[in-house]
């Protein structure tokens, strides 16, 4: 059982030594002769401009987190795919209440704006909290 | 369950070796269809044809200096590139390339396959964070996001397969279409299939992370040397690999199309060669049609990408999938 899993294992192995051998092949054969401006994060040739660890829009957060609740339903779901005609009649009801449930929850956050990229309506939704 | 022999490492050996090699063709490839389509003529000095063009271009990089920018995360910038690669190259060891051929059949390969393509997306958002530049940050947020928002309808299309198949293993996935493909059977799981592919592997319309015009060169603008490099391979090695699922799952594996009704008796070793064949030649052709969309069609803006991904593939891949389970359950 658990033996099917070793060639997976080892092919981890095999396929992280290859991608640190090719880095390391870069670090050893190539020039490394760095100055302070070539140490410079890009921003378009011109003096960056503070650090780039700042805050950043709050739509990013709404969609992680939309994807962490969504990921789970999916999952629900495969185990109900495999055996759906076993389970009888009565789990493909459920299945649909499911479903339902689930839909409701996305049109209720879709219409809350959560994929709403503009920068007005983002501000026009916070006043009215 | 099958025992686990010398022949699955042999498997395993040969399909790296095919997958690091197809990356580098899918590049030549890439640049000569371009070039045609464009009315160039590409690539021809390396080699005959310009064949040996990917290893002078790995040559090159390899020689480049690698610079880490300052105040950056040094261990995670240099980590990053590593995390593409290997989820890229960990994906072989599920899908069959002929029937028996595969390097090991565990019962739950295609939530391995889901698992290890969502690590993929580790490595593009700790470039981004990790570079210390404003470009890599936006780049890095846009291709996580984009890349779990598409996550969902390509499960769903996933599970609307299984509904067929009944079980998770994709060596019974592909052994189920030996007579229908499941193209035929569920045309729009296919669609959204092929489509959140597409986004998965950041590909045009979606390369939204990369567009040079607003985000330079996305999450790997600071990256040069081997370790941009890695990010270029893994690239084409989703390519290569997302047209593998896809033949996989949609376009009958290893299978000629309703082979069970005419396909006669063969010896084990001549079927071998003509289900690899055939599953290369899918492959080849699907990877040739990623080349053509890109060279074909514009790509989106993000916010279009996001509507798409959530308020359109979604609903209609669950819509797809319960009308897949009703009409199984009821008619047949």
């Not at chain 2, 690669?85 to 059949?105: D, K, R, S, Y």
């Not at chain 2, 390969?109 to 964070?129: D, M, N, P």
């Amino acid at each position: 059982m658990l033996a099917s899993y070793v060639p997976i294992l080892v092919l981890f192995g095999v396929a992280f030594a290859l991608a640190l051998v090719l880095m390391t092949l870069s670090r050893i054969a190539g020039p490394y002769r760095p100055n302070k401006i070539k140490l410079d994060p890009y921003e378009s040739g011109m003096d960056p401009v503070g650090q780039a660890k700042e805050r950043y829009s709050i739509a990013f957060y709404l969609v992680a987190m939309e994807f962490i609740v969504f990921d789970l339903e999916v999952i629900f779901i495969y185990p109900w795919a495999v055996g759906f005609r076993d389970l009888g009649v009565g789990t493909f009801y459920a299945m649909v209440v499911f479903v339902v449930i689930l839909f409701v929850g996305l049109f209720y956050t879709l219409r809350k704006g959560t994929l709403d990229w503009d920068m007005k309506s983002l501000k026009h939704q916070a006043m009215k909290l | 369950m099958t025992e686990i022999t010398s022949a699955s490492y042999i498997v395993l050996g040969v399909s790296l070796f095919m997958l690091l090699n197809s990356a580098a063709l899918t590049v030549y490839a890439e640049r000569r269809i371009a070039a045609f389509i464009q009315y160039r003529v590409g690539p021809n000095r390396v080699g005959p044809l310009g064949l040996l063009q990917p290893i002078a271009d790995v040559v090159k990089l390899i020689l480049k200096e690698d610079v880490t920018p300052r105040n950056s995360y040094r261990t995670l910038h240099t980590i990053a590139p590593l995390i593409p690669v290997v989820t890229a190259l960990m994906t072989v060891a599920v899908i069959p390339f002929g029937e028996g051929i595969f390097v090991t059949n565990i019962n739950a390969s295609v939530l391995y396959l889901l698992a290890i393509a969502s690590l993929g997306v580790y490595g593009v958002t700790l470039a981004g964070w990790s570079s210390n530049s404003k470009y890599s940050l936006l780049g890095g947020l846009r291709a996580a996001a984009q890349m779990i928002s598409y996550e969902l309808p390509l499960g769903m299309a996933i599970a609307s397969v299984i509904l067929f198949v009944g079980s998770l293993s994709i060596v019974d996935v592909a052994a189920a279409q030996e007579n229908w493909w499941f193209i035929f059977l569920n045309p729009i799981g296919a669609i959204i299939f092929i489509i959140a592919a597409f986004a998965e592997s950041n590909r045009t319309p979606f390369d939204i992370v990369e567009a040079e015009q607003e985000l330079v060169g996305g999450f790997h603008t600071e990256y040069s040397s081997m370790k941009f490099g890695m990010f270029f391979l893994a690239e084409y090695m989703h390519v290569v690999i997302n047209s593998m699922l896809i033949t996989t799952f949609f376009f009958g594996s290893y299978h000629l199309p309703f082979a069970g009704y005419w396909l006669p008796e063969m010896s084990p070793l001549l079927k071998g060669l003509l289900d690899v064949s055939v599953f290369v030649a899918k492959t080849g052709f699907f990877v040739f049609f990623f080349i053509w969309i890109r060279w074909t069609i514009p790509r989106f803006k993000f916010n279009q990408v996001m509507t798409l991904g959530w308020a359109k593939l979604l609903p209609m891949s669950i819509v797809n999938f319960m009308a897949i389970a009703a009409v199984l359950y009821f008619l047949f």
